[in-house]
Structures are given as C-alpha cells and as structure tokens.
C-alpha cells in the first residue's frame, strides 16, 4: 500500500497551507503547555492507534522513546485499562484521549466522569491544550488515514 496523496505535495495549495496550520497549532500546544511532555506523547499515540494511523503511531512511539520513555509504558499505552504503570493523572488523560477521539462510538460523547477525573488533575488552561491536542490530533490522524500516509520510516525528533 502506497500513500495516495502528499498534502504537502504543492506548498502553494491551500490543503498544504490548511495542513501547515495543523503542525503550528500542535506544536504551539507542545512546546508552551505546561502538560508533562511525556503525558502529551501518550495521549498523541493512544488516540493515534485508536484511529489506525500508522504514521502517528509511529510518531509518537519513537519520539517518547526518543525522549526517555520507557518500552514497557510504550507498548502498554494500547491497553492501559489493564496495566499499573500509568500514575492516576495519566488514566485520565488516556480516559479523556479514548472517549474524545470515540465520539462517535458513544451516543453520550466525553461523560461527565471522565472530564471530572481529568479536573482533578489538570487546571483549567491544561485541560484547554489538552482538548486542542486531542482535536488536533484526531484530525490528523483522520488526513493520514485518509491519504493511506504509512508508518514505519520516521526518524525520532523531526515531530514533537
């Protein structure tokens, strides 16, 4: 399977210049929020795996483990309901990260328990950037997919 379509295939078109506001907007989430930037890694790569995109989840596997995290947290991301290593703050944002990213598998979108979980353990402007990283990357997620971008060759750090 090949990729269909670079967006960026054309600098000048207004789908490269759309999808370059996408990686300023995350990176402007990345670098300046004060979520953990671990935290932030997790969160791209469960809903990236959610979403099958394997170019993400290539992504954000490599660069947490780029940046320290550990392999056994990495391949546990996928099942975190059923694993001890993820402190309390971290469920709730991997909770938050499954129901934002299912909204369409759940006729009640993001429950109330959930948001209030993560309350407790983000302050508002946290759990602003982590709703904008979530809807970011759900949209890209949706882009590669959509153009069949595979995964598999990224190079750590070139992304977050």
């Known amino acids: 399977m090949t990729a269909r379509l670079s967006l960026f295939g054309n600098p000048d078109a207004p789908a490269a210049r759309a999808a370059g506001h996408f990686g300023t907007a995350s990176k402007t989430i990345l670098q300046d929020s004060t979520l953990p930037a671990a935290l932030q890694k997790l969160v791209l790569l469960r809903a990236s795996q959610i979403n099958g995109d394997g170019y993400a989840t290539d992504v954000w596997a490599k660069n947490a483990a780029a940046a320290g995290e550990s392999a056994t947290r990495i391949h546990l991301v996928a099942?975190?309901?059923?694993?001890?290593?993820?402190?309390?703050?971290?469920?709730?944002?991997?909770?938050?990260?499954?129901?934002?990213?299912?909204?369409?598998?759940?006729?009640?979108?993001?429950?109330?328990?959930?948001?209030?979980?993560?309350?407790?353990?983000?302050?508002?402007?946290?759990?602003?950037?982590?709703?904008?990283?979530?809807?970011?990357?759900?949209?890209t997620n949706r882009m590669s997919v959509i153009v069949r971008q595979r995964g598999g060759d990224y190079e750590p750090g070139r992304l977050g």
Not at 79 to 94: C, I, P
Not at 126 to 132: E, G, H, K, W
């Open 79 to 139: 099942a975190w309901h059923e694993s001890t290593v993820f402190t309390d703050a971290e469920r709730a944002a991997l909770a938050l990260t499954e129901q934002g990213t299912r909204v369409a598998d759940a006729a009640g979108g993001v429950g109330d328990e959930a948001w209030t979980d993560a309350a407790k353990h983000y302050d508002q402007d946290q759990l602003a950037d982590l709703v904008m990283l979530i809807a970011l990357i759900n949209a």
